[in-house]
């Protein structure tokens, strides 16, 4: 399983910036889909996930700011960032937690910066 994410990016304080992470490879379903970021000297925080079910989930700091969605059809999950802070800055990973022929696994993407300026 690859995960592709894209949409991140420099934007001034109060914008907004989309991000997007397809998952492609030989996948059953998909049990779980996230958002997480990262800045040096910290641990990764969860930011947003999303259940197969579709229940949403959004860490307070940014509960009203941004939401996660996904497109079932095709294995891409969504991050709309509306609101931006400099707080926010960060590199952003998707992870997806995916049913594989090889049994089911955690999938992280990449990273995607977003840069938040003041």
């Known amino acids: 399983v690859q995960l592709q994410a894209s949409g991140g990016g420099l934007v001034q304080a109060g914008g907004s910036l989309r991000l997007s992470c397809a998952a492609s490879?030989?996948?059953?379903?998909?049990?779980?889909m996230g958002w997480y970021r990262q800045v040096p000297g910290k641990q990764r925080e969860l930011v947003a996930h999303?259940?197969?079910?579709?229940?949403?989930n959004h860490a307070d700091s940014v509960k009203g700011r941004f939401t996660i969605s996904k497109d079932i059809a095709k294995n891409t999950v969504f991050l709309q960032m509306n609101s931006l802070k400099p707080e926010d800055t960060a590199v952003y990973y998707c992870?997806?937690?995916?049913?594989?022929?090889?049994?089911?696994?955690?999938?992280w993407g990449q990273g995607t910066l977003v840069t938040v300026s003041s």
């Open positions: 992870k997806v937690v995916a049913s594989t022929p090889i049994g089911t696994h955690d999938y």
């Open positions: 490879g030989r996948i059953f379903s998909i049990n779980y």
């Open positions: 999303i259940t197969s079910g579709g229940t949403r």
